[in-house]
Structure formats: C-alpha cells, structure tokens
C-alpha cells in the first residue's frame, strides 16, 4: 500500500486501455487534491468520489478508502489494499 498523498491517484485497478484512462485518472488526482487545503469546508470542498465520464457512475478515491483502514471486498477501483479472497 501507497499512502504518499502524492501518489494516492495512481492507484487503480483499471487497465491503461480502458477508455479514457487518462482523463479518469485526472479526475481522481483532482478529487484528491481538492481536499488538500487545509481550510477546507467539508460541506463544500471536500470530494471524496468522482463520476467516471464513460459510465456516470460515483467512484471513491484511494484517499477516502485509506481513510476508511480496510478493504471491503467489492473491488473499489482505486482500493489501496490488497484484495481480499
């Protein structure tokens, strides 16, 4: 597991052929550095997901799922834990 904050948006299950893996990968880094201010609202900056531009679907960022401290097993996209069995 990765927990350099820096890195936390490279974490990702995708392969680098899906679509527009790029452009997702951007996402989660901006989602993450959003929360890097210090004097954030967590009612207003905080973003703990983003939407995935092919499917519209909500996706947690490696940053929130450290925060949780465990894998739940459904297979999070950006899941910094070793997969569990």
Do not use: W
Not at 38 to 49: A, K, L, M, R, T
């Amino acid at each position: 597991m990765n927990s350099d904050r820096s890195e936390l948006y490279k974490i990702s299950r995708l392969n680098n052929n899906y679509p527009r893996y790029q452009e997702i990968l951007k996402l989660h880094r901006e989602a993450i550095e959003s929360n890097q201010d210090i004097y954030f609202d967590p009612d207003e900056s905080n973003q703990d997901i983003y939407f995935d531009p092919v499917t519209g679907f909500a996706v947690l960022t490696a940053e929130f799922l450290l925060k949780r401290g465990y894998c739940c097993g459904s297979g999070c996209r950006h899941c910094p834990y070793e997969s569990k069995k």
